[in-house]
């Protein structure tokens, strides 16, 4: 059995019991196939680089799973029947070179005063351009009046 990874988008104008329909179709389709899910990701509602029949967003979902290489064909026939799959990408997994591991936020790193500060959340003890931080401007003001 060979690791892949699929991405597939379904439309959006979709009820949300048509989407869980939607993803539970293709991991039952996996499984019924001989296939084992590893890991589901709804990515949730994304927008689009351009726009994809008519559409200017989508519902992402991503499924890691074991099968053999037959599979990936039917797979494939299956998203392309599909009405409501707008997109969709298998990728096979190289196991040396790629681990599968869950994903976590990374470890707080100290900011220059010595505060612990998560990269991914914004910061809330300060609003932007507050009294002291428009040094930017300070210095486009200086360059002009020399």
Same mark, same amino acid.
């Given at each position: ?5 699929? &991405? ?10 048509? &989407? ?5 179709? =293709? ?13 589901? !990701?709804?990515? $949730?509602?994304?927008? =689009? ?8 967003? $989508?519902?992402?979902?991503? &499924?890691?799973?074991?099968? $053999?290489?037959?599979?990936? !064909? ?13 997109? =969709?990408?298998?990728?096979? &997994?190289?196991?040396? #070179?790629?681990?599968?591991?869950? @994903? *976590? +936020?990374?470890?707080?790193?100290? +900011? @220059? *005063?010595? #505060? *612990?500060?998560?990269?991914? *959340?914004?910061?809330?003890? @300060?609003?932007? =351009? ?9 210095? +486009? ?6």
């Amino acid at each position: 059995m060979v690791t892949y990874e699929t &991405i597939f988008i379904v439309r959006p104008d979709l009820t949300q019991e048509e &989407i869980d329909a939607n993803l539970e179709f =293709f991991k039952g389709n996996i499984e019924q196939n001989g296939g084992e899910i590893l890991k589901v !990701e709804p990515w $949730g509602k994304l927008s =689009f680089a351009y726009e994809v029949e008519d559409y200017r967003e $989508g519902y992402y979902f991503l &499924i890691q799973y074991n099968a $053999g290489g037959n599979y990936n !064909e039917e797979l494939e026939k299956r998203y392309r029947y599909s009405e409501d799959v707008l997109r =969709f990408c298998i990728v096979k &997994i190289d196991d040396k #070179k790629f681990k599968l591991k869950p @994903r *976590k +936020d990374p470890a707080p790193r100290p +900011d @220059r *005063k010595g #505060k *612990k500060v998560n990269p991914r *959340k914004p910061r809330e003890d @300060r609003a932007p =351009f507050e009294d002291g931080d428009d040094s930017a401007a300070e210095t +486009d003001s200086e360059e002009i009046s020399e």
